[in-house]
């Protein structure tokens, strides 16, 4: 079955995985992007091309980029294709019908989910930063494409044109577990076809993605830190104030 050019799950479709390192490998830790708002944009260049295809974003209104820079004339230029309404929530054309039957599941929603894959393997970003950089071919999937995060994984790898082609790598080593018997361990990726991007080049395309997807879980994450710091220092002064008026106070009963 032929899928749609354009379609790209970013997260694991497989559901109940509650750490990363289960399929074989420690997460990579994710580059922070949450101050660098040339990379947000970049990254929602991508989310926008790429996983609304498939996936809704239910939460986020085209208009709330505006917080990123980007003009209304630059989102309704660069991110509406099919004629949607810059005031209009980010969802996919695709039927969920449609998906069921290419996928076997229909696509989560992924307002949150950089929030919802933080585990004790690491944070959502680190988990998604891994997940979509470690595709490789396997010719016994349906789709031809499997994934060292999450095995077996129900999506396409539809990044590899610009990843390319990698398959994976496997060692024998002893087994911890019964002396004398060997395992196969994972030992990295061997790159088969080079892809439009250069490692590094994907490495940061990707990375600016997985920021925008945490900065489209909680928009409001930086002012909220702002806030955050003003509030303490505000206690931290009325703290010395109250202990200085306490003081004088006690001074003159005495």
Same mark, same amino acid.
């Given at each position: 079955?032929?899928?749609?050019?354009?379609?790209?799950?970013? &997260?694991?479709?497989?559901?109940?995985?509650?750490?990363?390192?289960?399929?074989?490998? *420690?997460?990579?830790? #994710?580059?922070?992007?949450?101050?660098?708002?040339?990379?947000?944009?970049? !990254?929602?260049?991508?989310?926008?091309?790429?996983?609304?295809?498939?996936?809704?974003?239910?939460?986020?209104?085209?208009?709330?980029?505006?917080?990123?820079?980007?003009?209304?004339?630059?989102?309704?230029?660069?991110?509406?294709?099919?004629?949607?309404?810059?005031?209009?929530?980010?969802?996919?054309?695709?039927?969920?019908?449609?998906?069921? $039957?290419?996928? !076997?599941?229909?696509?989560?929603?992924?307002?949150?989910?950089?929030?919802?894959?933080?585990?004790?393997?690491?944070?959502?970003?680190?988990?998604?930063?891994?997940?979509?950089?470690?595709?490789?071919?396997?010719?016994?999937?349906?789709? !031809?494409?499997?994934?060292?995060?999450?095995?077996?994984?129900?999506?396409?790898?539809?990044?590899?044109?610009?990843?390319? &082609?990698?398959?994976?790598?496997?060692?024998?080593?002893?087994?911890?577990?019964?002396?004398?018997?060997?395992?196969?361990?994972?030992?990295?990726?061997?790159?088969?076809?080079?892809?439009?991007?250069?490692?590094?080049?994907?490495?940061? #395309?990707?990375?600016?993605?997985?920021?925008?997807?945490?900065?489209?879980?909680?928009?409001? $994450?930086?002012?909220?830190?702002?806030?955050? #710091?003003?509030? &303490?220092?505000?206690? $931290?002064?009325? *703290?010395?104030? #109250?202990?200085?008026?306490? $003081?004088?106070?006690?001074?003159?009963?005495?």
């Amino acid at each position: 079955m032929k899928f749609p050019k354009r379609l790209l799950a970013i &997260v694991a479709l497989l559901p109940g995985l509650a750490f990363a390192n289960e399929g074989g490998i *420690a997460l990579d830790k #994710a580059p922070d992007r949450s101050n660098n708002m040339a990379a947000l944009q970049h !990254g929602a260049k991508l989310f926008v091309n790429y996983c609304l295809n498939c996936h809704n974003a239910s939460s986020m209104r085209y208009n709330r980029l505006k917080d990123l820079g980007l003009s209304e004339e630059q989102i309704k230029a660069n991110l509406l294709f099919t004629g949607e309404k810059v005031g209009e929530m980010m969802t996919t054309t695709m039927k969920p019908n449609d998906a069921k $039957a290419w996928f !076997g599941v229909v696509p989560p929603d992924l307002s949150v989910i950089q929030r919802a894959k933080a585990s004790g393997a690491g944070t959502g970003s680190d988990y998604l930063y891994t997940y979509l950089r470690t595709f490789y071919k396997d010719d016994t999937r349906p789709t !031809g494409w499997n994934n060292m995060v999450v095995p077996n994984v129900a999506m396409p790898h539809v990044l590899w044109e610009l990843q390319g &082609v990698q398959k994976v790598v496997m060692k024998e080593v002893p087994d911890p577990h019964a002396h004398g018997k060997m395992i196969h361990q994972f030992a990295g990726f061997e790159q088969v076809t080079p892809g439009k991007l250069k490692k590094l080049e994907f490495d940061t #395309a990707v990375a600016d993605l997985v920021g925008y997807m945490e900065w489209m879980a909680e928009p409001a $994450a930086q002012t909220r830190k702002k806030l955050g #710091a003003i509030v &303490v220092l505000f206690m $931290a002064v009325f *703290a010395f104030l #109250a202990w200085r008026l306490n $003081a004088s106070f006690w001074k003159e009963v005495k």
